[in-house]
């Protein structure tokens, strides 16, 4: 054999090695997504055997890592996106008899621990089935409820587990735990309506609404109608960023209301837009048209521009000396190489409780980035203001 074969070869077989690790690793990608959406077409199947109605016009996708509700044509202003009647509600039977706060919370957590047991044998087994278990911060260990580094306490994460102990009358065993967690990150204001939780937040891009009738509930498209390929958005309501990281698991990208204490115990807050834009202190009339408008991006921006154009100067210097004596053990730069090393390592783990532990990890670092960075952002826009100020290129409204 030639000294030129065997440096051919030797350059192959790593190549050649590389590529199958890829197309295994493609095709393991493809095989999820796959069950995922035979998965949804079961639940869509279910859903319409049971007396239920979904529109064709949409269906489930995944963007930038995130599983969400997307459509597939144009979708007009009005059109009925989703019915489900009450049977299929849990929690509420009829618009007349709907879920109370209290003690019919408990009742809807319990109902759905006992459904999730029954596993197969459930009426709600496809839905169940597909929504699966998901982990919140309220999972969360001691060390990597450390990785928040303050931003949320140990109390915090397991508020709706104490609640649980104290108003309902039942043991908080693995499946109990399931259903608690799947209510509190899924539950609607009458209960737990399967597909309808499906759908992603964004009180920016908020597109459908939902209805109650007599027969059961609707998901409708409100605004100026749905364009093919958009996303299908629900609005949770307007809450704080630490309470939807709490109770959901991530952080709106926009409008994102950041609050923080300072050590003497003064609270800020401000609400985070694209573009850099920031509304500090933001009133309840800017949080009303924030949470219950249908405008454009510009119109947002606008709004809020003009909001904290119209602060003093004294109130915008109070609010960055608040945010630059906040400090943090590390930098969101240092953070970032410890969440690109546990990503790698994340990569090349299987499922277990060790992995679990690393994607917590993941999630919390992830979410102390955002509030350092939302930090760094709302002083950097007041600055500018300031700095406009004292140069003559504005003046205080």
Not at 8 to 26: E, G, H, K, N, V
Not at 120 to 141: E, K, T
Not at 236 to 250: E, I, P, Q, V
Not at 357 to 381: E, M
Request: aromatic fraction near 10%.
């Amino acid at each position: 054999m030639s000294k030129q074969t065997l440096v051919d070869r030797a350059f192959f077989w790593p190549i050649a090695i590389c590529y199958w690790l890829l197309l295994l690793i493609r095709c393991s990608a493809n095989a999820s997504q796959r069950d995922a959406d035979a998965g949804y077409a079961r639940l869509r199947s279910w859903m319409r055997e049971n007396g239920g109605r979904v529109n064709d016009r949409f269906g489930v996708a995944e963007k930038d890592g995130i599983r969400g509700i997307q459509a597939f044509t144009d979708i007009e202003e009005g059109s009925e996106l989703l019915f489900c009647p009450w049977h299929l509600v849990i929690g509420s039977s009829s618009l007349q008899d709907q879920m109370q706060s209290g003690d019919g919370m408990c009742s809807v957590v319990d109902e759905m621990a006992k459904e999730i047991s029954l596993g197969a044998d459930s009426l709600w087994y496809p839905y169940l089935d597909y929504i699966g278990g998901q982990r919140l911060p309220a999972d969360f260990v001691s060390d990597v409820l450390l990785d928040l580094q303050g931003l949320l306490t140990s109390q915090d994460v397991t508020r709706h587990i104490h609640w649980f102990d104290q108003r309902c009358d039942g043991e908080l065993d693995v499946t109990a735990k399931q259903s608690l967690v799947a209510f509190i990150s899924r539950a609607s204001e009458v209960g737990m309506i399967p597909i309808y939780d499906l759908f992603n937040h964004h009180n920016g891009k908020r597109n459908a609404k939902l209805s109650l009738t007599d027969e059961g509930v609707q998901l409708l498209v409100v605004g100026d109608g749905i364009s093919s390929g958009d996303e299908i958005y629900l609005s949770y309501g307007l809450k704080t960023a630490s309470t939807m990281y709490r109770d959901y698991g991530f952080v709106e990208v926009w409008p994102t209301a950041w609050n923080f204490q300072t050590a003497e115990g003064n609270n800020f807050a401000f609400l985070k837009f694209p573009n850099g834009i920031v509304a500090i202190n933001p009133s309840a009339d800017l949080l009303r048209v924030v949470w219950q408008s249908n405008i454009s991006l510009e119109e947002y921006l606008l709004l809020a521009t003009e909001h904290t154009e119209s602060l003093s100067s004294t109130d915008l210097e109070t609010f960055a000396k608040a945010v630059e004596n906040e400090h943090f053990p590390t930098t969101f730069e240092v953070d970032e190489i410890t969440l690109a090393l546990l990503l790698e390592q994340e990569r090349g783990m299987i499922a277990t409780d060790s992995s679990d532990n690393i994607s917590d990890r993941v999630s919390a670092i992830r979410y102390r980035i955002a509030h350092k960075k939302a930090l760094a952002s709302a002083k950097l826009y007041c600055n500018a203001i300031l700095t406009k100020r004292m140069t003559g290129g504005s003046q205080e409204l």
